[in-house]
């Protein structure tokens, strides 16, 4: 179950006073996959070509834990760890077997992926993701100069955007989901495919969030991302929560692993 609130409570170090922003409370999430295997033509023929195994992927086992406003929680793990499917979860994207979610405001997913639309330009989809975002359209406009600025999209910004490279996307998505402080910001290795520079750019971006009372959760295997702007971490493997604490601390934990 996932719950939106508009109030709670308590918390850690700086954000002595902060409500909670998000409360995970003994989340499971299983799913099913299918796969394809190598059968003989005989037993191909008398399934009437419909044979196809599967099997139940336990993500997210029975995983708690609180983030308050103003904390930037990075949460690391193996490849399959469950890392992008709890942040799904916590975005109200991945339906839970059981537990509950509770989130105060709103929570923005950026991902590799990203919701943009490939037909439409660079202008048009900031203009829609704003739209979507409850801004208005001369609220968007005055910020675009900043926007093509910060993304450094340039004259880009007028071409389809099925025409741009995986790092123009993820730094168009990122400039769009960052045009207000976001209530919870979720980010799944959206920095990952950005030049240096834009990598840098956007951690400053982040730490603003923070600064400004904003959530982030996010999700990368890049460190030293997490040591400059995290003030929490977590470890999930297998989909189990390992470690919740320090940074140093849960860092130190996952790579003596």
Request: hydrophobic share 40%.
């Amino acid at each position: 179950m996932r719950v939106t609130e508009t109030s709670a409570t308590a918390p850690a170090p700086h954000q002595m006073n902060a409500p909670i922003s998000v409360s995970v409370d003994s989340a499971d999430v299983k799913y099913r996959v299918y796969e394809e295997r190598n059968y003989s033509m005989r037993d191909m023929v008398s399934s009437g070509f419909r044979r196809r195994h599967s099997t139940i992927v336990h993500a997210v086992q029975d995983v708690s834990f609180d983030v308050h406003i103003g904390e930037a929680v990075g949460i690391v793990g193996s490849n399959g760890s469950g890392k992008s499917t709890l942040l799904r979860a916590v975005a109200g994207l991945q339906a839970l077997e059981s537990g509950s979610i509770k989130i105060r405001g709103e929570a923005q997913l950026l991902s590799v992926s990203g919701a943009l639309k490939p037909s439409l330009s660079g202008y048009r989809n900031v203009l829609l993701g704003g739209l979507a975002m409850g801004l208005d359209k001369s609220e968007i406009e005055a910020q675009m100069d900043d926007i093509i600025e910060f993304s450094g999209l340039g004259e880009a910004m007028g071409r389809p955007m099925k025409t741009y490279s995986s790092g123009m996307r993820a730094r168009l998505s990122f400039s769009i989901a960052t045009l207000r402080v976001p209530d919870i910001l979720l980010i799944d290795e959206a920095l990952a495919v950005g030049d240096k520079e834009f990598r840098s750019k956007s951690l400053e971006r982040v730490n603003e969030i923070r600064d400004q009372a904003g959530t982030i959760l996010m999700v990368t295997h890049n460190l030293n991302e997490i040591r400059d702007s995290c003030t929490r971490a977590i470890w999930l493997e297998k989909g189990v929560l390992m470690a919740d604490g320090d940074v140093a601390d849960v860092l130190a934990q996952y790579e003596s692993r």
